[in-house]
């Protein structure tokens, strides 16, 4: 992939940001530094990013997709309140899922995505206050 200036920026700034963001939240944060950026640029360049596995997309059912400068194994938790994304750990011996679903017809897991649906810290103490 040739070098751009607009790509390496929005890399940086997934890189650097931990909420998760999606395109539309990478472009309005880029905008006022870089005013030439544009939208179409962004999610371009975000998918261009994703597929050469510099930086993780992660699809949500009904919503936004998000971007993860984080690329080591690790899985994602999603406040249904407030939408925030954390990023979590499992033993890799607790979610084997080649040994469970063998003989189900799939020949070879590529790739495996868990998302878990959860109320966040903040949102649990807010209704608790």
Do not use: W
């Not at 063998?102 to 949102?123: A, N, P, R, T, W």
């Amino acid at each position: 992939m040739k070098y751009s200036k607009q790509r390496e920026i929005i890399l940086d700034y997934v890189k650097k940001n931990l909420v998760h963001p999606t395109a539309n939240h990478v472009y309005s944060s880029l905008k006022k530094e870089h005013p030439n950026l544009s939208l179409g640029t962004v999610y371009r360049n975000l998918n261009q990013l994703a597929e050469l596995g510099m930086i993780q997309k992660i699809e949500v059912a009904g919503a936004p997709d998000r971007f993860d400068g984080n690329i080591t194994p690790h899985y994602h938790a999603i406040c249904v309140k407030c939408n925030e994304m954390f990023d979590f750990q499992i033993d890799p011996k607790q979610l084997d899922l080649t040994s469970a679903i063998k003989g189900e017809g799939f020949h070879q897991i590529v790739s495996c995505d868990v998302s878990i649906k959860c109320v966040c810290e903040h949102c649990a103490s807010v209704k608790n206050s």
